[in-house]
Structure formats: structure tokens, C-alpha cells
């Protein structure tokens, strides 16, 4: 599966942005999908995860309450909604995608995701 993220840009402190990432190649609906994110400086961290259907997500605790992941099955895309943005979400933001085994678990390592998109840059700033 190949995977394209889009949607960052540049936002005011408690601004909101939307991620999308689409997907082509296999069936998407087959995978575990999730987000990361690189800040300057530091390692790659989970941010959110869903399962095939939608039916199981799990959040960084640094974003729960103000990011919500979601997918779309019949356009081939996952979402990542952010609001309430901080200059500490910063970073480059990633969609990954899972062996596209029907998984129902949300994967928070890097190890469990195989593809990856090119990522599309966030930043919080006044």
C-alpha cells in the first residue's frame, strides 16, 4: 500500500488542522492504521491508532481529549483532527499502516507498522 499524508500547515496556538492520508494499492480496509510524529531533535512517537474497521482507537496521552484518528473505508483514507494545538505539536506528522492483516489491536510501536507516508509538517506558533 502506498501511503500520501497531507494537511499541515502553520496555525496559531489553540488553532485546528485536519491530517488526511490516502491510500492506494491493496485494500485498505484490511490494515491498522497510525499516526506518528517527529519534533526536531527528538524520536519519532505514536500519536494515534485505529483498527481495520474504526471500532478501536487509542491516543497518546499527550493528545487525548483534543485529536481524534478516524478512517473512511470507501475512500481509502485516514483522518487525524486536531484541535486545541500547542507549540509542542510541532513536529513532522507520519500515517503508517500495519500488515493489513484485519487486526483489530491499535499498534503503538513503530515495529508494528510496515508502510509508511512521506509525512506532511505541523506547526503550532503565534
Known amino acids: 500500500v502506498q501511503l500520501q499524508a497531507s494537511g499541515g500547515g502553520l496555525v496559531q496556538p489553540g488553532g485546528s488542522l485536519r491530517l488526511s492520508c490516502a491510500a492506494s494499492?491493496?485494500?485498505?480496509?484490511?490494515?491498522?492504521m497510525g499516526w506518528f510524529r517527529q519534533a526536531p531533535g527528538k524520536e519519532r512517537e505514536f500519536v494515534a491508532g485505529?483498527?481495520?474497521?474504526?471500532?478501536?482507537?487509542k491516543y497518546a496521552d499527550s493528545v487525548k481529549g483534543r485529536f481524534i484518528i478516524s478512517r473512511d473505508n470507501v475512500k481509502n483514507s485516514l483522518y487525524l483532527q486536531m484541535k486545541s494545538l500547542k507549540p509542542e505539536d510541532t513536529a513532522v506528522y507520519y500515517c503508517?499502516?500495519?500488515?493489513?492483516?484485519?487486526?483489530?489491536?491499535?499498534?503503538?510501536?513503530?515495529?508494528?507498522?510496515?508502510?509508511w507516508g512521506q509525512g506532511t509538517q505541523v506547526t503550532v506558533s503565534s
Open positions: 503508517a499502516a500495519d500488515r493489513g492483516d484485519y487486526s483489530t489491536a491499535v499498534k503503538f510501536e513503530e515495529y508494528g507498522y510496515i508502510y
Open positions: 494499492g491493496r485494500t485498505f480496509s484490511s490494515y491498522a
Open positions: 485505529i483498527s481495520w474497521s474504526g471500532g478501536n482507537t
